[in-house]
């Protein structure tokens, strides 16, 4: 059998075989890239559910249209003005299998062989791989925890002349980052001065751990930025803060963009299941989101601060990160230094190496550099706190400590 | 905003354009593709939800990996095996988002510009355009009610040397014909000799109409031509069976071919809803599809039978067809002919044409000619019997009568 070439542009992922490892028992696990599903609504999508079947059984496990599931997609409106974004009519937007083919869909309508697409050095992986099928090359624009460098980008942006820019400007994965406003700004007013497509990805923007919400999306503050609406393309997602397992996500763009990538969609899956668009409608309906969302926001807080504070403790100097404000991720870089500032015989600056290491100590977290479309920076880790208690948060890091040494 | 290439190669579906004329009030519609909602076990599903949230309350809600459910996988392997294919292993099967993704998962791993698809002519539209996406020539092979005609697949074959030969051995849309048990073997045969891919998508062989079922898919056949089953892909569907809403399809291959599409899934859809999954799985657990199934095929036999019956009478000479043995549809031919066999002053052997008029006569069908690769018949059209009742089928047949005057 003779395969296409278009798969010789990817690799299976590193991470892959890493998590073949985290069957070992007694493993205290930092690697996952998943929510808790101990704070899944359980009992409030049972309910959605059976009000689908019950009250909507034809349309809940009938063909749908392409599109998606009309009821869906007016929540979705509501569930987007929640988070500053309005104005939209659910005519743009079309319900996709997950963010992730939301992004499959972005790729088959836009990138070819001979195309650039930059992305956040680091980025998420399912996107650079995603994008790598359809041809393209994948750049990565270096990013701090402000988010990705404007100046560098526009440089790039001249430079490379990208067909699409993909960004993820609230504690993306595996960064944790947030982009400032005034970056927002200035990446809309990029887009519209380059004609240069942006593809937001949001799927943790509800989950800070402020008061306060993060800054706007870009699609929301697009209407500040006369002509660049028309530049943004929105991947919206229910797998943070609902539950993966239903694979609801979203894509809003201009009306030439969504019924292209409606086609591709036709011709992918047909449409998302109605069963799982159902259930989603109804419990938006339901209004139990918000209290859910609440819940989700302070369970990761706390974790999140147990980890800054517990790295912190636990390995000083060894690693240098900034406490995310929200989303699931630690991002860290090894300083090649002890925890308490003196110089190792022999530093490793290799999070691959010390991945393996940690594992030998039972504790496993994901080695950062699968994360860089090129130049991978081999220093950095990613953690994850979403899934692990206070204890086990603890005792994870006094472990990564003893494997450090 | 400057859309890939790819998207060239196909165009928005025609039958899409004349399905929005469907609304119309007081229509007799025989254009569906779709089986018929008021024959899903409602019951049995919601009971499977409500056990998969219960029971498996995080399976069914969290990530997947993207092989699909091994519960579910599991119990895919004993569905086949009622269809004669055994000695299966549930790792040489993946979850699909609906068999419309399995053909999308051959495409994007076997298919680029350059190679040649062989189809049935007339085949199921979508294949046609999923594939054209990646770039090959999709060329039709000629059917009769017997399969496809394979002598001129071989010289096809010979010919265009093929990547992969897609067919719909069992009661195919549209055309409903059923591969003969000789043919399945020539076909075999021809896989090995050539070395081709034989691509077998089977969502129709549960709905058979006469007693004993259609003959042994050509995966189960090739246990008996040596060395054939290396080259049969074979794509399975819960959607005419038990609901489309779900979207549960499956892929079964030999090894390197699935983990290349299981990579390609990965970055496409990470994995089919969890919670779609589980609740087939315990579906096909509770023991219910086999009476499932006895009831939607006593129920589509006898609306296929007054389907043929009615057009017969009310249509006579006018339109030739053969009655199919099982499946959703029948696939008819504009003969020039009045019913009576005498000659209209201006015969019209075009089916976009009838299926103009007959909407005027308020009632619908779909014109065959898009369902063809290359060198469409005119003269062709597809009745879907499954969503009409027997009044309705009747009374649509006097319509279309009515219209072909």
Same mark, same amino acid.
């Given at each position: 059998?003779?395969?296409?070439?278009?798969?010789?542009?990817?690799?299976?992922?590193?991470?892959? +075989?890493?998590f073949? #490892?985290?069957? /070992? %028992?007694? *493993?205290?696990?930092?690697?996952?890239? &998943?929510?808790?599903?101990?704070?899944?609504?359980?009992e409030?999508?049972?309910?959605?559910?059976?009000?689908a079947l019950?009250?909507?059984?034809?349309?809940?496990?009938?063909?749908?249209?392409?599109?998606?599931?009309?009821?869906?997609?007016?929540?979705?409106?509501?569930?987007?003005?929640?988070?500053?974004?309005?104005?939209?009519?659910?005519?743009?937007l079309?319900?996709?299998?997950?963010?992730?083919?939301?992004?499959?869909?972005?790729g088959?309508?836009l990138?070819?062989p001979?195309?650039?697409?930059l992305?956040?050095?680091?980025?998420?992986?399912?996107?650079?791989?995603?994008?790598r099928?359809?041809?393209?090359?994948?750049?990565?624009v270096?990013?701090?925890?402000?988010?990705?460098?404007?100046?560098?980008? +526009?440089?790039?942006? #001249?430079k490379? /002349? %990208?067909? *699409?820019?993909?960004?993820?400007?609230? &504690?993306?994965?595996?960064?944790?980052?947030?982009?400032s406003?005034?970056?927002?700004?200035?990446?809309?007013?990029?887009?519209?001065?380059?004609?240069?497509v942006?593809v937001?990805?949001d799927p943790?923007?509800?989950?800070?751990?402020?008061?306060d919400?993060?800054?706007?999306?870009?699609?929301?503050?697009?209407?500040?930025?006369?002509?660049?609406r028309?530049?943004?393309?929105?991947?919206?997602?229910?797998?943070?803060?609902?539950?993966?397992?239903?694979?609801?996500?979203?894509?809003?763009?201009?009306?030439?963009?969504?019924?292209r990538?409606?086609?591709?969609?036709?011709?992918?899956?047909?449409h998302?299941?109605?069963f799982?668009?159902?259930?989603?409608a109804?419990?938006?309906?339901?209004?139990?989101?918000?209290?859910?969302?609440?819940?989700?926001?302070?369970?990761?807080?706390?974790?999140?601060?147990?980890?800054?504070?517990?790295m912190?403790?636990?390995?000083?100097?060894?690693l240098?990160?900034?406490?995310p404000?929200?989303?699931?991720f630690?991002w860290?870089?090894?300083t090649?230094?002890?925890?308490d500032?003196?110089?190792?015989?022999?530093?490793t600056?290799?999070?691959?190496?010390?991945?393996?290491k940690?594992?030998?100590?039972?504790?496993?977290?994901?080695?950062?550099?699968?994360?860089?479309?090129?130049n991978?920076?081999?220093?950095?880790?990613?953690?994850?706190?979403?899934?692990?208690?206070e204890?086990?948060i603890?005792?994870?890091?006094?472990?990564?400590?003893?494997a450090?040494?």
């Amino acid at each position: 059998m003779q395969f296409s070439k278009r798969l010789d542009n990817v690799e299976t992922s590193a991470i892959r +075989e890493l998590f073949k #490892l985290l069957g /070992k %028992p007694g *493993i205290i696990s930092f690697a996952g890239g &998943f929510p808790d599903s101990a704070m899944f609504d359980i009992e409030g999508i049972k309910e959605a559910s059976r009000r689908a079947l019950s009250e909507e059984p034809g349309p809940s496990l009938q063909y749908g249209a392409t599109e998606g599931y009309n009821p869906l997609r007016e929540q979705l409106v509501e569930f987007m003005a929640t988070k500053g974004i309005t104005g939209l009519d659910f005519n743009q937007l079309i319900v996709t299998t997950g963010s992730q083919q939301a992004l499959d869909l972005v790729g088959k309508t836009l990138l070819e062989p001979g195309d650039t697409a930059l992305v956040e050095a680091p980025t998420f992986l399912a996107t650079i791989q995603c994008f790598r099928l359809y041809g393209p090359k994948v750049l990565g624009v270096p990013i701090d925890a402000d988010g990705v460098l404007v100046d560098v980008l +526009e440089e790039m942006i #001249l430079k490379h /002349k %990208p067909k *699409i820019v993909y960004l993820v400007p609230s &504690f993306g994965n595996p960064s944790g980052a947030l982009t400032s406003v005034q970056r927002r700004m200035r990446i809309l007013e990029l887009a519209v001065k380059y004609k240069t497509v942006i593809v937001e990805d949001d799927p943790y923007s509800d989950l800070y751990f402020t008061p306060d919400p993060p800054p706007l999306s870009l699609l929301a503050l697009s209407d500040q930025v006369p002509g660049s609406r028309d530049w943004i393309i929105y991947c919206g997602s229910m797998s943070k803060v609902l539950s993966p397992g239903l694979r609801v996500g979203w894509l809003v763009g201009k009306p030439d963009f969504l019924s292209r990538a409606t086609m591709c969609k036709q011709f992918g899956d047909a449409h998302t299941s109605t069963f799982a668009q159902a259930t989603a409608a109804f419990y938006l309906k339901s209004g139990r989101m918000a209290s859910t969302l609440e819940n989700v926001r302070s369970v990761y807080a706390q974790r999140a601060r147990v980890m800054g504070e517990s790295m912190s403790q636990e390995l000083g100097q060894a690693l240098s990160f900034d406490t995310p404000l929200g989303g699931l991720f630690f991002w860290a870089k090894l300083t090649g230094l002890k925890k308490d500032g003196s110089q190792f015989q022999n530093p490793t600056l290799d999070g691959n190496l010390f991945a393996k290491k940690a594992i030998e100590h039972n504790v496993a977290f994901v080695p950062g550099s699968p994360f860089y479309a090129d130049n991978p920076d081999q220093s950095t880790l990613r953690l994850s706190f979403a899934t692990a208690d206070e204890a086990k948060i603890k005792n994870g890091m006094k472990r990564l400590a003893l494997a450090l040494e």
